[in-house]
Nanobody, 120 residues
Framework: QVQLVESGGGLVQAGGSLRLSCVASGRTFRRYAMGWFRQAPGKEREFVAAISWSGGITYYADSVKGRFTISRDNAKNTVYLQMNTLKPEDTAVYYC?????????????WGQGTQVTVSS
């Protein structure tokens, strides 16, 4: 079993930056692909970014490519999402996820989410 706890969300003006963190419990963290998803009010949850267990492979949604960066520190059981040049449309609850075979979907473990609000 893996427990995930996100932090770092908040209110920021458009053009600003935030860094989300997700700390995982358990010694198997380093084996797992990790991902970030988001869900805006009235919309379905969508893929944002993912990183392989080694950090050597990353994927991004087209909407965040060039602005967001996913990274991980296996020694700290933590995955990060650096978000720059934020836009109002980035407003959503951001979820951390662990353990997927294809990085972009079908994750087995989910955090509770952290709210990101971008004001115009």
């Amino acid at each position: 079993q893996v427990q995930l706890v996100e932090s770092g969300g908040g209110l920021v003006q458009a053009g600003g930056s935030l860094r989300l963190s997700c700390v995982a419990s358990g010694r198997t963290f380093r084996r797992y692909a990790m991902g970030w998803f988001r869900q805006a009010p009235g919309k379905e949850r969508e893929f944002v970014a993912a990183i392989s267990w080694s950090g050597g492979i990353t994927y991004y949604a087209d909407s965040v490519k060039g602005r967001f960066t996913i990274s991980r520190d296996n020694a700290k059981n933590t995955v990060y999402l650096q978000m720059n040049t934020l836009k109002p449309e980035d407003t959503a609850v951001y979820y951390c996820a662990a353990d997927s075979a294809d990085l972009k979907s079908r994750y087995n473990y989910w955090g509770q989410g952290t709210q990101v609000t971008v004001s115009s």
